[in-house]
């Protein structure tokens, strides 16, 4: 039985939280301003775990968090240019979401990571049955596909962008692969049950059209069997029954979207914005340009990486590369589109240490030196390559406003690896 209690209930009050920021106005400071307010709110309830959390680090971790903390000071010494509210209130979000992985990290127990994992199961369900609802209706009135079906993407009412929709139902499969990749049986009514979530799961990041979400699924399996072992009577069971699940959803995606895998534009331009937004990072490795400041230094920086790209890109017969150097040099409203390198954007080296010590811990996760045999090994594992696996999704798009959902299997894995050494149950 999941009970309400306080941590409970406080990440019911973020899950809301991101509902409504995704139906505010996109624009970059109307909802810079909203988690500002939204950071003094909750201000009081994470300070006392962080305090405890920055007590029990070694030096290093905490003169990191200093620095973190007075990180704005450091823009305006080395940035003049730049406007201090604007400074201060953007790094007020990204402070929100580091505040909110401590608390979760500090706070949560078995029970609580039980019911976030129910919420979220919850919401695949909302989407799931919202799609279907979308889908009758467009059947009734006899909707054709058109080209590139995209009234058949889904779409739900309770998240403007589709991002939250693919985060959501990417943390639950993984939460839910992980229970079942790790069960003693098979075939048994949990079994049966847990299988109709995989499905309904697996239904609604494919109708979202985003190969990226394919990638990650496939890199978690990949692992997981490369890890765990190929040819045990019960992982071949499963790589039989996922490869049934694959080509299913494949076709289905190719059904209604002929340029699924062939369709490659997208992919190619998120190359040479990287190629930019490394500039960047470059340019201003040392301390960054602050949290969303990176677009003034879009077309103002060395381009010497993208010059690179565009030399050697401009001497080959990659007519749609080309064409996507054009394009980009006429945007004016940019995004890196992916979270680690606006992270190394906002915060120079100190982003890159960050994300060198996450990984670190992943991979340590992985290798862990618990008893080949001890069936805790596996379930520390499996949630640090959900972690690994997730981290592709987080590259191909910007979502520091929300770091703390994409943390989530990370922290996970911290629990189970913490509690795990302690000789605790956590399965």
Same mark, same amino acid.
């Not at 009234?151 to 839910?176: H, M, N, T």
């Not at 978690?220 to 069997?225: A, E, I, Q, S």
């Not at 080309?322 to 390198?341: G, P, Q, V």
């Given at each position: 039985?999941?009970?309400?209690?306080?941590?409970?209930?406080?990440?019911?009050?973020? !899950?809301?939280?991101?509902?409504?920021? +995704?139906?505010?106005?996109?624009?970059?400071?109307?909802?810079?301003?909203?988690?500002?307010?939204?950071?003094?709110?909750?201000?009081?309830?994470?300070?006392?775990?962080?305090?405890?959390?920055?007590?029990?680090?070694?030096?290093?971790?905490?003169?990191?968090?200093?620095?973190? &903390?007075?990180?704005?000071?450091?823009?305006?010494?080395?940035?003049?240019?730049?406007?201090?509210?604007?400074?201060?209130? +953007?790094?007020?979000?990204?402070?929100?979401?580091?505040?909110?992985? &401590?608390?979760?990290?500090?706070?949560?127990?078995?029970?609580?990571?039980?019911?976030?994992?129910?919420?979220?199961?919850?919401?695949?369900?909302?989407? /799931?049955?919202?799609?279907?609802?979308?889908?009758?209706?467009?059947?009734? #009135?006899?909707?054709?596909?058109?080209?590139?079906?995209?009234?058949?993407?889904?779409?739900?009412?309770?998240?403007?962008?589709?991002?939250?929709?693919?985060?959501?139902?990417?943390? +639950?499969?993984?939460?839910?692969?992980?229970?079942?990749?790790?069960?003693?049986?098979?075939?048994?009514?949990?079994?049966?049950?847990?299988?109709?979530?995989?499905?309904?799961?697996?239904?609604?990041?494919?109708?979202? /059209?985003?190969?990226?979400?394919?990638?990650?699924?496939?890199?978690?399996?990949?692992?997981?069997?490369?890890?765990?072992?190929?040819?045990?009577?019960?992982?071949?069971?499963? &790589?039989?029954?996922?490869?049934?699940?694959?080509? &299913?959803?494949?076709?289905?995606?190719?059904?209604?979207?002929?340029?699924?895998?062939?369709?490659?534009?997208?992919?190619?331009?998120?190359?040479?914005?990287?190629?930019?937004?490394?500039?960047?990072?470059?340019?201003?490795?040392?301390?960054?340009?602050?949290?969303?400041?990176?677009?003034?230094?879009?077309?103002?920086?060395?381009?010497? #990486?993208?010059?690179?790209?565009?030399?050697?890109?401009?001497?080959?017969?990659?007519?749609?590369?080309?064409?996507? !150097?054009?394009?980009?040099?006429?945007?004016?409203?940019?995004?890196?589109?992916?979270?680690?390198?606006?992270?190394?954007?906002?915060?120079?080296?100190?982003?890159?240490? +960050?994300?060198?010590? #996450?990984?670190?811990?992943?991979?340590?996760?992985?290798?862990?030196?618990?008893?080949?045999?001890?069936?805790?090994?596996?379930?520390?594992?499996?949630?640090?390559?959900?972690?690994?696996?997730?981290?592709?999704?987080?590259?191909?798009?910007?979502?520091?406003?929300?770091?703390?959902?994409?943390?989530?299997?990370?922290?996970?894995?911290?629990?189970?690896?913490?509690?795990?050494?302690?000789?605790?149950?956590?399965?």
């Amino acid at each position: 039985m999941i009970s309400i209690n306080k941590n409970n209930l406080i990440f019911t009050c973020l !899950i809301l939280l991101v509902i409504i920021s +995704s139906q505010i106005d996109t624009q970059i400071n109307t909802k810079i301003i909203f988690f500002f307010v939204i950071f003094v709110s909750f201000l009081f309830l994470f300070i006392e775990k962080i305090f405890l959390w920055f007590l029990k680090k070694k030096l290093f971790f905490k003169i990191l968090f200093i620095y973190f &903390i007075l990180h704005p000071f450091f823009i305006l010494i080395t940035i003049p240019t730049v406007s201090f509210l604007n400074v201060f209130l +953007s790094h007020s979000n990204i402070m929100l979401q580091i505040f909110i992985i &401590i608390f979760i990290y500090e706070s949560f127990d078995k029970k609580n990571y039980k019911y976030l994992f129910c919420v979220l199961q919850f919401f695949v369900i909302f989407f /799931f049955l919202e799609y279907l609802l979308t889908i009758t209706e467009l059947i009734s #009135i006899g909707s054709t596909i058109s080209q590139g079906g995209r009234e058949y993407q889904i779409v739900s009412a309770l998240f403007k962008s589709q991002v939250y929709v693919s985060q959501i139902s990417l943390i +639950s499969l993984f939460f839910l692969l992980n229970k079942i990749l790790s069960s003693k049986y098979i075939l048994n009514k949990e079994f049966v049950i847990k299988m109709c979530l995989l499905f309904i799961n697996l239904f609604v990041i494919f109708v979202t /059209f985003q190969r990226t979400l394919i990638l990650c699924i496939g890199i978690y399996l990949l692992l997981y069997f490369l890890l765990n072992g190929f040819f045990k009577i019960k992982n071949i069971f499963y &790589i039989i029954l996922f490869s049934i699940l694959s080509l &299913i959803f494949i076709n289905f995606s190719i059904e209604i979207r002929p340029d699924y895998f062939t369709n490659l534009k997208s992919i190619f331009e998120r190359f040479i914005i990287w190629a930019n937004a490394l500039d960047i990072f470059l340019d201003h490795i040392l301390i960054g340009t602050g949290a969303h400041n990176e677009k003034m230094f879009f077309l103002n920086n060395s381009n010497y #990486i993208f010059n690179m790209l565009g030399d050697y890109l401009y001497t080959t017969d990659y007519d749609v590369w080309k064409s996507r !150097i054009i394009i980009f040099e006429d945007y004016n409203n940019l995004s890196t589109h992916s979270t680690h390198i606006d992270l190394l954007i906002f915060y120079g080296m100190l982003g890159l240490v +960050s994300i060198f010590i #996450i990984y670190l811990n992943t991979i340590k996760f992985i290798f862990n030196k618990l008893k080949l045999n001890d069936p805790k090994k596996y379930i520390v594992r499996n949630s640090a390559i959900s972690f690994i696996s997730i981290s592709f999704y987080a590259i191909s798009l910007s979502m520091t406003q929300d770091l703390w959902l994409i943390m989530i299997p990370y922290i996970y894995a911290n629990y189970l690896h913490n509690y795990s050494l302690n000789n605790k149950r956590i399965n």
